[in-house]
């Protein structure tokens, strides 16, 4: 099968589903792909099994599907196409980091390979997109990190963060406006489950108190 932009949306959508799953579930529900790409149930069981036939995934009825190694590995190139876009976008182009993501789905299905390359070199070989998102490999395989989030890193300890989960705009600017983009420093200082709250403690000692929902989609590192 030719790899459309159908195609590379729908392996892409089954990957960040795959990514997302908890640890004892191994399948992505076929509704969670069809919310994913806003289409019907109907219509994404008949493109899974279009996948499934092609060898790029492996689809259980009334279960979920999961990409085969062959559809990762395409998956990783869609990746990386479209991370590296939304870096030249930002870093060459001046754009914002909130609005780079709708652009970068368009261009990762038309550049070519040649000039990904190229972009590449330029840029310096990243490894992380502006919004901290690692970008695979020419070959298509993806770095694994783990990092814990805002929710489940240690108390009173100096963190970095790494990474925005949530790429929606208006959430990026909200992580812009309250200084935690990737690369800022900072740390937890109390959690309280029952007031939804999360107190963070900023490098000038300024305080910043966010619900658990956002401090969920905000990834972090021990600074050693």
Same mark, same amino acid.
């Given at each position: 099968?030719?790899?459309?932009?159908? !195609?590379?949306?729908?392996?892409? *959508?089954?990957? &960040? $589903?795959? /990514?997302?799953? #908890? %640890?004892?579930?191994?399948? !992505?529900?076929?509704?969670?792909? *069809?919310?994913? &790409? $806003?289409? /019907?149930?109907? #219509? %994404?069981?008949?493109?899974?099994?279009?996948?499934?036939?092609?060898?790029?995934?492996?689809?259980?009825?009334?279960?979920?599907?999961?990409?085969?190694?062959?559809?990762?590995?395409?998956?990783?190139?869609?990746?990386?196409?479209?991370?590296?876009?939304?870096?030249?976008?930002?870093?060459?182009?001046?754009?914002?980091?909130?609005?780079?993501?709708?652009?970068?789905?368009?261009?990762?299905?038309?550049?070519?390979?040649?000039?990904?390359?190229?972009?590449?070199?330029?840029?310096?070989?990243?490894?992380?997109?502006?919004?901290?998102?690692?970008?695979?490999?020419?070959?298509?395989?993806?770095?694994?990190?783990?990092?814990?989030?805002?929710?489940?890193?240690?108390?009173?300890?100096?963190?970095?963060?790494?990474?925005?989960?949530?790429?929606?705009?208006?959430?990026?600017?909200?992580?812009?406006?309250?200084?935690?983009?990737?690369?800022?420093?900072?740390?937890?200082?109390?959690?309280?489950?029952?007031?939804?709250?999360?107190?963070?403690?900023?490098?000038?000692?300024?305080?910043?108190?966010?619900?658990?929902?956002?401090?969920?989609?905000?990834?972090?590192?021990?600074?050693?």
């Amino acid at each position: 099968m030719l790899p459309t932009s159908t !195609v590379e949306n729908y392996i892409k *959508a089954i990957y &960040l $589903g795959q /990514t997302a799953l #908890t %640890a004892d579930a191994r399948l !992505v529900p076929m509704g969670q792909v *069809a919310a994913a &790409l $806003g289409v /019907t149930p109907g #219509t %994404a069981t008949t493109m899974v099994k279009t996948l499934a036939e092609s060898g790029l995934a492996a689809y259980e009825p009334y279960s979920g599907v999961r990409l085969t190694p062959a559809g990762e590995r395409l998956a990783g190139l869609v990746l990386r196409r479209h991370r590296l876009v939304e870096l030249f976008l930002v870093q060459v182009l001046g754009m914002n980091w909130d609005e780079v993501h709708d652009d970068a789905e368009h261009l990762e299905h038309v550049v070519s390979d040649r000039l990904i390359e190229r972009i590449d070199e330029m840029l310096g070989r990243p490894t992380h997109d502006p919004h901290g998102d690692p970008i695979p490999t020419a070959e298509g395989l993806m770095p694994t990190h783990h990092h814990d989030s805002l929710l489940t890193c240690p108390v009173g300890t100096p963190l970095r963060m790494t990474r925005i989960t949530d790429q929606d705009p208006a959430f990026l600017r909200f992580v812009e406006r309250n200084d935690l983009k990737p690369g800022q420093t900072l740390e937890v200082a109390a959690r309280d489950t029952a007031a939804d709250a999360v107190r963070l403690v900023g490098p000038g000692h300024a305080e910043l108190t966010i619900g658990t929902r956002a401090a969920s989609k905000l990834l972090v590192e021990v600074v050693s």
